[in-house]
C-alpha cells in the first residue's frame, strides 16, 4: 500500500512538473535608444522563444548524478534557446511510472530505462521512432551488438544505447597464491569445467573442525534468472525459440547442462556455498572480503565498485575473464535513452542526447557506473584498458555480448519474475529435478506469454 501512495504522490509531482513546461518565452530587458535630439525611447525587442526538454535520469549514485548534472549544465550554457531540466526518478517505480505517463500523454522529453522494456514499449506504440534523427557518426561508433537490443524485426530504432555490462567473475588473489593457483588469462580464459575443479580445491575445512570454512566460490541465487538467462547463450541456449510468428519457452539440453552444472557444485561438489541461494550477488560480498569463499563467479563488472568502497584496505582482489562453456557468449541488456512519441520536440531532444553521449561524457558516465560504454571511440580511452580495478579484463569482456532471444518476447518480464525466478530457487533448494524444473518452466512460462500473443 505505501509503495503505492508513494507511486501516486510521485505521479502527481512529475505530471505537474511536466505540465508546466515545452515552450517559454524569454522576456528581454528593453533596451534603451537616445534619438537625435536627445529623447529616449525604448527598443522593443522580440520574445525568444526558450524549448525546454524535461531528462528522467535513474542514476542512483552521487558521482554519477552530478556528472550528469554537469553535462546538463554545460549543454545550457552553450544551448541558451533549448534548455534542459533534471529530474530524479527511481528504478523500483519508473515502469509503473512510465505507464501512467503513457496513458495521460503527461511524458517527460527524454528518459533513462534498460532496452527489454524498450523493446516492449516501442511495440505498444509508445515511443518515437529516433531512426532518422541518429546521425552516421553515432550510428557507426556504437557497437552492433548494442544497437540489436534496441532494435525491433521492422529494423526501427526506440532507444539510444548507451552503457552495457557483461559478467566477470572476481577472486580473491591472496588466496589463490597460497594454493598456487594460476589464474586463467583473456586469450586462455577457463571453462566451466576448469572452474569446478579450481573451486573443489579451494574448498576447505580450515581448522579441522569439521566443518568448511573456505568454500571455492559463491553464487548470489536469490533472484537467479537474469543471470541464467544470460549465461545460457554460452551453453548453445537461450530459453526462447520463435515459432510460426510466436515466442515460445523452451528448455532443452543446452539451458538443462547449465541447470545442472551449478546444481552439482551445490550439491556434488560442495564447493559453492548454500547461502548463496537466499542472497544477491551484492549481499555475497561481504563473505568475499572475509575469506568465506574464493571466488563470486558470474557477477556483473558494476560489483567491483563495491570492492573499492567496501573492502577493507589491504584486501588482495582481481578480475578473471568471463567463463567459457561451449563459447564465452553472454546475453546483456543495454541502458537507453529514449524519446515518448507524443514528446513535442523530438528533433531538439535528440540534439541534446547526441551531446549528452559524445564520446567523451558517455566514457565519464560508463566509468562512474563501473560499466562499459557502448561507443567503440569511448571504450578505447585509457581509463577502460588499465590494469587497475580489472578494466582491462573487464573491458575485453564486451566482444561476447550479444542480444538474448528473450528480449523481443512480449511478456518476458512477467515470466521472469512470477515463473522463472522462483522455480529456479525451487529447484536450487534441491526441491526439483532438472526435469521437474524445466516442465515447470516451460509450461507455466508460455501461459504467461499466451496473454500476450
Known amino acids: 500500500m505505501r509503495s503505492k501512495i508513494l507511486l501516486l504522490v510521485l505521479m502527481l509531482i512529475f505530471t505537474s512538473f511536466f505540465s508546466l513546461i515545452g515552450c517559454a518565452p524569454v522576456e528581454e530587458e528593453p533596451a534603451v535608444v537616445e534619438k537625435a535630439d536627445g529623447e529616449k525611447e525604448e527598443e522593443v525587442e522580440e520574445e525568444v522563444e526558450v524549448i525546454e526538454l524535461t531528462y528522467l535520469s535513474l542514476a542512483w549514485q552521487e558521482e554519477v548524478i552530478e556528472a550528469k548534472k554537469d553535462i546538463i549544465n554545460t549543454w545550457n ?4 534557446n533549448i534548455q534542459v531540466k533534471y529530474v530524479q526518478g527511481d528504478w523500483g517505480s519508473i515502469h509503473d511510472f512510465m505507464i501512467t505517463s503513457f496513458a495521460v500523454g503527461n511524458v517527460p522529453s527524454i528518459f533513462h530505462y534498460y532496452s527489454t522494456p524498450i523493446v516492449d514499449f516501442a511495440g505498444r506504440d509508445f515511443l518515437a521512432d529516433l531512426t532518422p534523427l541518429i546521425t552516421d557518426e553515432m550510428k557507426n561508433d556504437v557497437f552492433e551488438g548494442a544497437w540489436t537490443s534496441v532494435r525491433l524485426p521492422d529494423e526501427k530504432i526506440y532507444g539510444i544505447p548507451f552503457l552495457w555490462e557483461s559478467r566477470i567473475t572476481l577472486y580473491n588473489k591472496d588466496i589463490f ?11 586462455d580464459p577457463w571453462t566451466w569445467d576448469e572452474m569446478r575443479e579450481v573451486a573443489k580445491e579451494l574448498t576447505v575445512d580450515k581448522d579441522n573442525d569439521g566443518k568448511i570454512d573456505q568454500w571455492g566460490a559463491g553464487f548470489g541465487l536469490r533472484k537467479p534468472a537474469g543471470m541464467m538467462l544470460n549465461l545460457s547463450l554460452g551453453f548453445g541456449g537461450g530459453f526462447v525459440k520463435e515459432e510460426d510468428g510466436k515466442h515460445i519457452i523452451e528448455v532443452g539440453e543446452a539451458e538443462k547442462n547449465l541447470m545442472r552444472t551449478l546444481k552439482a557444485m551445490l550439491y556434488e561438489d560442495k564447493s559453492t556455498t548454500l547461502d548463496g541461494i537466499g ?14 569463499w574464493a571466488m563470486i563467479p558470474v557477477i556483473g563488472v558494476w560489483a567491483r565498485h563495491r570492492v573499492t568502497t567496501d573492502a577493507p584496505a589491504d584486501f588482495n582482489w582481481g578480475v578473471l575473464p568471463p567463463l567459457k562453456a561451449v563459447t564465452q557468449a553472454q546475453g546483456a541488456s ?18 541534446f542526447i547526441n551531446f549528452f553521449l559524445d564520446t567523451q561524457n558517455m566514457a565519464k558516465l560508463a566509468q562512474g557506473d563501473w560499466l562499459f560504454p557502448t561507443r567503440k571511440s569511448s571504450i578505447e580511452l585509457p581509463e577502460f584498458q588499465t590494469e587497475e580495478h580489472g578494466w582491462d579484463i573487464a573491458t575485453a569482456s564486451v566482444e561476447h555480448l550479444k542480444m538474448g532471444p528473450w528480449q523481443l518476447t512480449p511478456g518476458f518480464a512477467e515470466f521472469q519474475s512470477r515463473v522463472m525466478n522462483p522455480v529456479l530457487v525451487e529447484f536450487f533448494h534441491d526441491r526439483l529435478t532438472v526435469d521437474e524444473a524445466a516442465k515447470r518452466i516451460e509450461e507455466e512460462g508460455n501461459n504467461v506469454l499466451s496473454e500476450y500473443q
Not at 77 to 80: D, G, I, S, V, Y
Not at 177 to 187: D, K, M, R, S, V
Not at 334 to 351: F, G
Open 77 to 80: 550554457e552553450k544551448n541558451p
Open 177 to 187: 597464491e597460497e594454493a598456487n593457483i594460476t589464474p586463467p588469462t583473456i586469450e
Open 279 to 292: 542472497l544477491s550477488g551484492t549481499k555475497m560480498l561481504p563473505g568475499f572480503y572475509e575469506g568465506k
Open 334 to 351: 543495454t541502458q537507453t535513452l529514449s524519446i515518448p512519441k507524443d514528446a513535442p520536440h523530438q528533433e531538439e531532444a535528440m540534439q
